[in-house]
């Protein structure tokens, strides 16, 4: 079966630093990988070189999929236009006839759990929760394989990026998309993914890899604490996740 | 469509509603005009009630329309002309650092220069006529939409951008969906400002370049020292600025820039 994404030897560089290096990685269809990694290891720019916003200084990115969406860290959602209109917005270029789009939002809509009263809204009326799941309607509508997150719930409270990561798990099994799913949250990643990559300190390459046991939705809470526990604790990978000075960074 | 209809009648309602205002406005400044009249004497300033009535007077001739026609006519083409080349070339140095760089000090310059210097240097170059209003309008009005035009395509969200771009938009979409939508917020205000800045050089224009319309009209009121005949033409050409700025400017801006109303505690509740 071909890879739904696969980088090679991806590498690049800001201002003549380097921040990725030798970065090797395939995603399987339908396969949910989060990327982790400490803050300013790179793991944002290898995700947007990936969805083909940055052009890597090195290497090369195959992508398997027909169509891919992105959420961002910020919901990113045009201020002038009603959640509806703003879920439509990646529709425009989706080729999709005019007279069938306001289903594909209503359908969007429902995966992101959003009420109908609230496509009417501006975002300024929605709360930040509302708004992410409003971006991830827009994602959902244009029916990717491919979903890019870029550190999504990074600004949202413990309980709502519960909900939050519940709906992608949700989403990911309705919807059957492959996703690279960046996140510098352990526990968010082993909810998530099937596969954790762990991005080296200084982003030269991809420090190493683990399956994780069963689907995401069939995980359960003492699975995923034990999982996190062995994984700070024994697992030699995971050991400097959390140590980088980013004051350091060039 | 039965929706949008209503939305649309809600939103007039809702500014003919905050007409109250306005009016009360209005009524402040007929008031201290009143004052101003028994205070000073008819000569100096005459009453409100006389300048509204030789207001009228000009306004059911069809002589003095077609001098109002003429100068609202010129201050629109003039307005047309900066509106075009301020907005276009303003989005052009918006995008491209090194034009706003060199565009700036040019402004500074232009600027620096009183509207009436433009107005003498213009009658040499194109005499007694219409180009002369359009050209002054066009240098002293251009310079307003220019900075608004690039600021507002310089401090773009540029993450708005690169979420069109994963959707597919081209260089062209985005300029026409995420960009110009967002220099439309300081646009719009500038444009409001040009026009008026348009009407003003207008008349002025052609007070002193003798080119007839309004400012022709208040010369030769001046000449003969009729102060309620040229207060009534300073009315009128308000009332075409105010006209063309509610009937034009502002319904674009309404149209464009609705969504801001629901930012307002008082906004729009859906």
Redesign the interface.
């Known amino acids: 079966m071909s890879a739904a994404l696969e980088l090679h030897r991806i590498g690049h560089a800001y201002f003549g630093q380097s921040v990725l290096n030798s970065i090797d990685l395939q995603i399987a269809p339908g396969e949910v990988v989060a990327l982790v990694g400490p803050s300013g290891s790179g793991k944002s720019t290898l995700a947007h070189i990936a969805?083909g916003?940055v052009e890597p200084r090195e290497g090369r990115v195959t992508p398997g999929y027909a169509r891919?969406?992105?959420i961002?860290q910020?919901p990113?959602l045009?201020?002038?236009?009603t959640a509806a209109q703003n879920i439509g917005?990646?529709l425009?270029?989706?080729k999709l006839p005019r007279r069938l789009r306001p289903a594909r939002v209503a359908e969007a809509a429902r995966l992101a759990e959003l009420e109908p009263?609230d496509l009417?809204?501006?975002p300024?009326?929605l709360s930040g929760g509302m708004r992410q799941r409003v971006a991830i309607a827009?994602a959902l509508a244009?029916r990717p394989d491919f979903i890019?997150f870029d550190e999504p719930f990074t600004a949202l409270d413990v309980a709502l990026k519960r909900r939050m990561q519940d709906l992608v798990i949700a989403a990911a099994e309705e919807a059957q998309f492959a996703a690279l799913f960046i996140t510098h949250d352990l526990v968010e990643a082993l909810r998530i993914a099937h596969r954790i990559a762990v991005l080296d300190l200084r982003g030269r390459g991809i420090a190493g890899l683990r399956i994780l046991p069963g689907d995401p939705g069939a995980r359960d809470e003492a699975t995923t604490f034990a999982l996190r526990q062995r994984f700070l604790t024994e697992d030699p990978l995971f050991r400097h996740i959390h140590d980088v000075d980013e004051r350091r960074r060039p | 469509m039965t929706r949008i209809l209503a939305d649309r009648a809600a939103r007039l309602l809702d500014f003919l509603w905050s007409g109250w205002a306005g009016l009360a406005a209005l009524a402040l400044l007929f008031a201290c005009w009143q004052a101003g009249h028994e205070t000073w004497g008819d000569f100096i300033l005459p009453d409100p009630l006389a300048t509204l009535g030789a207001t009228w007077s000009l306004a059911i001739s069809s002589e003095s329309r077609g001098l109002l026609l003429l100068t609202a006519q010129r201050a629109l083409a003039g307005f047309t002309l900066a509106a075009f080349s301020g907005a276009v070339i303003g989005i052009i140095a918006g995008y491209a650092p090194a034009v706003m760089r060199l565009a700036r000090p040019l402004l500074t310059v232009v600027l620096g220069v009183p509207p009436i210097a433009w107005i003498v240097l213009t009658m040499m170059w194109f005499g007694t006529s219409g180009a002369t209003v359009a050209a002054t309008i066009l240098i002293s009005a251009t310079p307003v939409v220019f900075v608004a035009a690039a600021e507002g395509i310089a401090s773009r969200?540029r993450?708005?951008g690169?979420?069109?771009?994963?959707?597919?938009?081209g260089a062209l979409?985005r300029f026409w969906?995420?960009d110009l939508?967002q220099a439309a917020a300081p646009l719009f205000p500038a444009l409001a400002l040009a026009l008026g800045t348009s009407f003003k050089v207008a008349v002025m224009a052609e007070m002193l370049a003798n080119a007839g319309g309004v400012g022709g009209a208040l010369a030769r009121a001046r000449a003969m020292l009729d102060v309620p005949q040229a207060l009534a033409w300073v009315v009128l050409a308000v009332i075409a600025l105010v006209v063309v700025e509610y009937g034009l400017i502002r319904p674009m801006q309404a149209e464009?820039?609705g969504?801001r109303r629901?930012?307002q505690p008082w906004g729009v509740?859906?």
């Open positions: 969805a916003l891919h969406a992105m961002f910020e990113r045009l201020p002038w236009a917005f990646a425009r270029r989706a009263q009417a809204k501006y300024v009326e827009r244009v890019f | 969200d993450g708005l690169t979420m069109a771009e994963v959707f597919r938009y979409g969906f995420i939508r464009i820039e969504w629901a930012a509740k859906k």
